[in-house]
């Protein structure tokens, strides 16, 4: 059986010491292969200028149960 992938992409901040999850996230939810979702990823131009705060682009196990 092939395993799935949803995109996740999740906000977080940085306070100082630690990047910590500030609570924001959305998810593509058409499942996919890995490969076909790490493909999107590397289809974003990353520009990490913000000291406070980045977003994580993440492919999740998909687990439909």
């Known amino acids: 059986m092939t ?3 949803v995109l ?3 906000l977080w901040g940085y306070n ?3 990047w910590v999850y500030v609570g924001n996230q959305m998810s ?3 499942p996919m292969t890995e490969e076909a ?3 999107i990823i590397d ?3 990353k520009y990490e200028d913000n000291t406070y ?3 994580s682009l993440e492919c999740i196990e998909y687990n439909d149960k």
């Open 43 to 45: 289809q974003f131009v």
């Open 16 to 18: 100082g010491s630690d």
């Open 3 to 5: 395993k799935l992938f």
């Open 37 to 39: 979702c790490e493909y």
């Open 53 to 55: 705060y980045r977003f």
């Open 8 to 10: 996740v992409v999740s």
């Open 28 to 30: 593509y939810k058409q």
